[in-house]
């Protein structure tokens, strides 16, 4: 058995891997706590080591799941009762409709459906047969929680729109968390059979902010929107430093010397030019096709949170061709989820349904030339996947020459400009382009490079 501080190290080391950053002290207050809460009460400890390691929202799913690896330890799986699928399935909704406990179903279903390559046996003792393992996602596949859902919103009755409305969200929320129950389930026994550390790194969900944009789920999606506005207000607030700092500019060398006459020149007091107040332009050139939906959707949206910031905000989305999309948000008010298809079927930026910078340029150059000016910084967001179209690099130039700066925000690795279909290292002749994966990266970026 593995000594408490030992565990915590490797548990702190981990945190640290997956982004949660908790120093020295953190960890003596951590060990702290598990001498005055005990390892007996683990939902306490949990708390209590919550408390000590965590600083910023966002961060708590990752850490239960590492939680859960390492100070819950590994259990064996409890027999398979013999059930037909069906009768567990019935089991489960009349669970979920009483609001109880559904751990011990989660491991029943596990075992039911879950097991593949010889994971589990007749016994329900975990085998170290080669390629095994336990499945969340064949389980729930098994289960069909869609139907399992409709069947409790049901079941819990009540007249009426809105009470429909309430049940049919509250048995999602219920499915869900059955689910996370099935997911922990599982993470704990392939934990067993392939070593806690191997899963830890490799089968521990990342945080939204360090979750790729190009592979996120939809559940990814929607905890990525709740980070909009905090993120949005810490950036304001970044801005709103560097301007205040910015105001001054730089020496104004005769009125420094005349003010130096009245002490003969020593010592020097520098006198500074004011620099003329005003809050520069934005204007944003997103790529709105599927393969890079869930990153437009969210810078989108950060850019609309920050439009405060700026004199004005001009949005233009392309697929094949280029079209304004401003109206398409309302100031105060979040766009609601997947507004991105409706900008493809209403906002005319495509004709073929196919990804064509060249062209989507051009009919910028053509028609929306105008929105620049020395005061106007773009933002254009895409994966610069051409589909092997011209990439038209003279339009480029003339949006480049004509705004104060012009900077390409791609949500592929860097390592993938150069392959495939994909002209960035084409582009990055003309722009700087920046890679943005995840909303990490997107923050720091945009943080950077927001004109004050």
């Not at 013999?82 to 019935?90: H, I, K, M, T």
């Not at 489960?92 to 179903?105: C, K, N, R, S």
């Not at 969210?298 to 910031?309: C, H, I, R, S, Y």
Request: with cysteine.
């Amino acid at each position: 058995m593995t000594a408490p501080t030992d565990r915590l190290v490797d548990f702190v080391g981990l945190l640290r891997e997956h982004g949660i950053f908790a120093g020295p002290s953190e960890t003596i207050d951590a060990a702290s706590a598990i001498v005055a809460l005990g390892m007996d009460d683990t939902d306490r400890l949990r708390s209590g080591l919550a408390a000590c390691l965590l600083r910023r929202n966002g961060q708590r799913s990752v850490f239960d799941q590492l939680f859960d690896l390492y100070f819950l330890g590994t259990r064996l799986p409890v027999p398979s009762r013999g059930d037909n699928p069906e009768s567990l399935r019935d089991r489960l909704i009349a669970t979920l409709v009483q609001g109880a406990d559904t751990a011990e179903l989660a491991r029943e279903a596990l075992d039911t459906f879950g097991a593949y390559g010889g994971a589990g046996e007749s016994a329900g003792r975990v085998t170290q047969a080669s390629g095994a393992g336990w499945s969340s996602y064949l389980t729930m596949k098994s289960l069909r929680p869609d139907e399992i859902s409709e069947q409790v919103a049901q079941t819990m009755g009540g007249t009426g729109q809105f009470d429909a409305a309430v049940h049919t969200i509250e048995a999602r929320r219920r499915v869900d968390q059955f689910r996370t129950a099935v997911q922990n389930e599982a993470r704990l026994r392939s934990a067993e059979l392939r070593g806690t550390d191997y899963i830890a790194r490799r089968g521990v969900e990342n945080s939204a902010d360090r979750t790729d944009f190009l592979g996120a789920r939809e559940q990814d999606l929607a905890e990525m929107r709740r980070l909009v506005h905090p993120l949005a207000r810490k950036l304001a607030t970044r801005l709103a430093v560097r301007r205040k700092k910015a105001v001054r500019g730089q020496i104004d060398l005769r009125r420094t010397l005349r003010r130096s006459m009245a002490t003969g020149g020593v010592p020097v007091d520098p006198v500074l030019r004011a620099r003329r107040h005003g809050r520069p332009d934005l204007v944003v050139l997103a790529d709105v096709s599927g393969s890079v939906t869930g990153f437009s959707e969210f810078t989108l949206q950060l850019v609309q949170a920050l439009q405060d910031q700026f004199s004005k905000v001009r949005s233009f989305g392309f697929v094949d061709t280029c079209a304004e999309i401003t109206h398409f948000f309302t100031p105060g008010e979040p766009p609601p989820p997947g507004f991105a298809q409706s900008i493809v079927r209403e906002g005319g930026v495509a004709r073929f349904g196919l990804s064509n910078y060249g062209e989507a340029f051009q009919g910028f150059v053509d028609h929306y030339l105008d929105a620049l000016g020395p005061r106007t910084c773009v933002l254009i967001l895409g994966d610069a996947r051409t589909n092997r179209t011209d990439p038209n690099l003279a339009a480029l130039e003339a949006m480049s020459e004509r705004a104060k700066a012009v900077y390409w925000l791609n949500p592929e690795p860097s390592s993938s400009w150069s392959t495939g279909d994909s002209a960035a290292d084409t582009y990055t002749d003309i722009v700087t382009m920046h890679e943005c994966r995840n909303v990490r990266q997107l923050t720091e970026v945009i943080g950077r490079l927001l004109p004050a």
